[in-house]
């Protein structure tokens, strides 16, 4: 499996914009997806998951009420949907996949993904 993020772009505050993780190499079979981000300087931070099945999302404290996380199996292609966009929303998003099944407590554990995309920028100006 081979992930590949897309989307980013430079915003101004308030305004929206969704990102793309797809998979690649044949029909994702998974267990979950999800979106982290790191800000420069700053350590990575989970911002949101979901259960590839059924589409159960979890969320991180700075997603909750703003972003929205969605796929689309067909597809094989995760959303991250983001309002309302904030300065301390800039960072690089990366896109990463939990291929066995596990505990939901260990979707916003960035070291229990096994496979990561390259990021993609997002710039919030003031």
């Known amino acids: 499996v081979q992930l590949q993020a897309s989307g980013g772009g430079v915003v101004e505050t308030g305004d929206s914009l969704r990102l793309s993780c797809t998979a690649s190499?044949?029909?994702?079979?998974?267990?979950?997806m999800a979106w982290f981000r790191q800000a420069p300087g700053k350590a990575s931070e989970f911002v949101s998951a979901?259960?590839?099945?059924?589409?159960?999302?979890f969320y991180g404290d700075s997603a909750k009420g703003r972003f929205t996380v969605s796929r689309d199996n067909a597809k094989n292609t995760m959303y991250l949907q983001m309002s309302d966009l904030k300065p301390e929303d800039t960072a690089t998003y990366y896109c990463?996949?939990?291929?066995?099944?596990?505990?939901?407590?260990?979707?916003?554990?960035?070291?229990?993904?096994?496979?990561w995309g390259v990021g993609t920028l997002v710039t919030v100006s003031s």
């Open positions: 990463g996949a939990f291929l066995t099944l596990a505990p939901d407590y260990g979707l916003p554990m960035r070291q229990a993904y096994d496979v």
């Open positions: 190499g044949g029909t994702f079979r998974g267990y979950s």
């Open positions: 979901i259960i590839w099945k059924d589409g159960k999302p």
